[in-house]
């Protein structure tokens, strides 16, 4: 059976830990954050949000970034203008003016690491997928608990205002009831193209965010009903497309489908929300680079019929990534307002790393109906996180 996320614990005062500093929300400062890895995706996912965004420049600086090989970190550092280079993980986590931490690590290792940040005292916003698999998801869940950081899964489509326009439409009963939910993720949109496949595969590169949407916009858990992939011939263990049939409480079907076959790709990210009184579709939805098409096409079987598209209306400098980012600072800069006021905390601008261990449970069902195995663990977490659960692995 797959891990239950635990039930989120407000963060009363006898949880606390050292604050290292941390009192800079209510100073008006901005959140100091540091980057694990030097990740190709790191210029579009974090740098260019903040240099493009005054808004968010305001309210968060890029101060460090981190790589095993202190060359390639200073390089990259001096090319994207971020003050300091560190040449291993430990480094920039001992580092006590760095208060927040982006995980761009690869799966295999991510867990590990943000277990580790959190231990430091640091707030982490994790790349997709949050770990390799559910238990480590519940495990590097229980660090932030255990140490009171903010923990977020940088699933970026999902924070988009056309994600959120889209369940306030379903909400609104605009093409009456719900369904069937269908999201397609072709790799011409992914900027990792062959490295997701050679790695991780389609499911976990790329249909991490499908599911991810799907829960969103249903606003409920699905449970598996079917799955098949096709596996990679580079890599046998590895699935270069994967096809899942979901189905929600209420009786409503799903289907993601995504690939890593064709890395030249140039089918649309679409996903369709049908209705008994309509349709709404929309296409490029989730590119590798966080762009957004920003229309939605509602079409109605009842009136005219006519298919009417509705614009968000977001500038194209705010992007999924910056809608990511500006959530972990807004949760952040929350939960500091409530603890120096004395009080419990909870999530409130997300939901927390409750929904990335649903979302990983889910992944993992998914690899089980298409007859393979979920993603074993290779990184062990340091103590006590080792033991929570990892023998089972």
Request: aromatic residues 6%; charged residues 25%; neutral net charge.
């Amino acid at each position: 059976e797959p891990p239950r996320p635990r039930p989120q614990r407000p963060l009363t005062a006898d949880r606390r830990c050292s604050r290292s500093g941390l009192h800079l929300m209510a100073s008006g400062r901005r959140l100091r954050l540091g980057i694990l890895g030097a990740a190709r995706n790191v210029p579009f996912s974090v740098i260019g949000p903040v240099r493009n965004n005054e808004d968010l420049a305001a309210r968060v600086e890029i101060v460090g970034l981190a790589s095993l090989d202190h060359g390639e970190a200073e390089q990259f550092a001096k090319e994207w203008g971020i003050g300091k280079a560190y040449g291993s993980y430990e480094e920039l986590l001992a580092d006590p003016t760095i208060e927040a931490v982006y995980n761009v690590l690869p799966s295999a290792v991510r867990c590990q690491w943000s277990v580790r940040a959190l231990s430091a005292g640091k707030h982490v916003l994790s790349e997709t997928p949050f770990c390799i698999n559910a238990r480590e998801a519940v495990v590097v869940q229980r660090a932030a608990e255990d140490h009171g950081r903010v923990l977020l899964e940088g699933t970026h489509p999902t924070c988009h205002p056309v994600t959120k326009r889209v369940r306030e439409m379903l909400l609104d009963g605009r093409i009456g009831s719900l369904e069937r939910i269908d999201l397609d993720l072709p790799v011409g949109h992914s900027l990792q193209g062959k490295t997701v496949c050679s790695k991780t595969g389609a499911l976990m590169g790329l249909g991490c965010h499908g599911v991810a949407i799907v829960r969103a916009l249903a606003g409920a858990e699905p449970r598996v009903v079917s799955a098949s992939a096709k596996l990679s011939k580079e890599e046998p263990h590895v699935d270069s497309r994967m096809s899942c049939h979901l189905v929600l409480p209420n009786g409503v079907a799903a289907h993601v489908a995504c690939s890593v076959e064709s890395a030249g790709s140039k089918d649309p990210t679409t996903f369709i929300v049908s209705g008994s009184n309509g349709t709404i579709r929309v296409k490029e939805w989730f590119t590798g680079k966080g762009r957004s098409a920003n229309e939605i096409a509602l079409e109605t079987f009842e009136g005219s019929g006519q298919t009417q598209v509705e614009r968000v209306d977001t500038p194209d400098s705010r992007d999924t990534f910056y809608f990511q980012l500006m959530t972990f600072v807004d949760e952040v800069m929350a939960q500091e307002s409530v603890k120096a006021a004395g009080m419990p905390w909870e999530y409130t601008k997300s939901k927390g790393p409750s929904d990335a261990v649903r979302n990983m449970a889910l992944i993992d069902a998914i690899y089980r109906a298409a007859s393979m195995t979920p993603r074993p663990t290779t990184s062990i977490p340091p103590e006590p996180y080792n033991r929570i659960g990892m023998s089972k692995l």
